[in-house]
C-alpha cells in the first residue's frame, strides 16, 4: 500500500541521530505552540492593535479578522477529532510493532488534528495576508512531515488533515466576511 511505504520512507529518518531526532520532536511536537504565538502577535502586531492609541478601539476595529483566524482553527480541530472518533482509525505504532514513535501520542489518527488545525490556520491568514499566509503554509507542511517521520501519524492522516483544514477556512471566509 502506497500510504504504508510512504511512511516508511520518511520513518526510516528517525531513529538515525539523537539530534535529528530532536530537531523532528521540536518540530512535531513543540514548535506548534509557537505557530498559534506566532499567529497571534502577527495578528495583533500588523495591525498595531498594541501601540494605537486608543489600544481597545483599534482591537475591536480589528476583531473580526482575529476571530475568524482562531474561530477556523479551533472549529476545524473540534470537527477533526469529532471525526477520528467516527473512522477509529489506529496510529503506525498501533498496526507496526517495529515502529517506535519519537514520543507519547494517544487517541485516533484520521485525520491529524495538528495538520488540520494549522492548515486551517495558514490559510485563514492567506487570505487576507498572501506572504504571512506562504510562511504559516510553510510552518504547517514542517509539522505534518515531522509528525510522519516521529511515527505518530500516516501521510494519509495528514493530507487528509490539509485538505479538512482548508476547506473548512475556505468555506468559512466565503460565509464569514471578515475584512
Not at 520513518?11 to 518540530?27: C, M, T
Not at 492593535?49 to 478601539?57: A, M, N
Request: charged share 10%.
Amino acid at each position: 500500500m502506497l500510504n504504508n511505504q510512504v511512511f516508511f520512507f520518511f520513518y526510516n529518518l528517525a531513529h538515525q541521530s539523537e539530534i535529528f531526532d530532536g530537531v523532528i520532536i521540536f518540530f512535531a511536537d513543540i514548535f506548534p505552540y509557537f505557530v498559534v504565538l506566532f499567529a497571534f502577535l502577527f495578528l495583533i502586531f500588523h495591525h498595531e492593535v498594541l501601540f494605537s492609541q486608543g489600544t481597545i478601539k483599534e482591537f475591536i476595529k480589528k476583531w473580526k479578522e482575529i476571530t475568524f483566524v482562531f474561530f477556523s482553527g479551533t472549529f476545524v480541530w473540534v470537527l477533526a477529532y469529532l471525526l477520528k472518533y467516527l473512522f477509529h482509525t489506529e496510529r503506525p505504532f498501533d498496526i507496526f510493532s517495529n515502529v517506535i514513535p519519537l514520543f507519547s501520542e494517544t487517541g485516533y489518527a484520521f485525520p491529524s488534528g495538528h495538520a488540520t488545525f494549522f492548515m486551517a490556520l495558514a490559510f485563514s491568514l492567506f487570505f487576507s495576508h498572501k506572504k504571512v499566509g506562504y510562511i504559516f503554509i510553510f510552518f504547517t507542511l514542517l509539522i505534518g512531515f515531522a509528525r510522519i517521520i516521529a511515527g505518530v501519524h500516516f501521510p494519509v492522516d495528514i493530507l487528509g488533515g490539509f485538505v479538512l483544514g482548508f476547506t473548512i477556512a475556505f468555506f468559512l471566509k466565503n460565509v464569514y466576511p471578515h475584512t
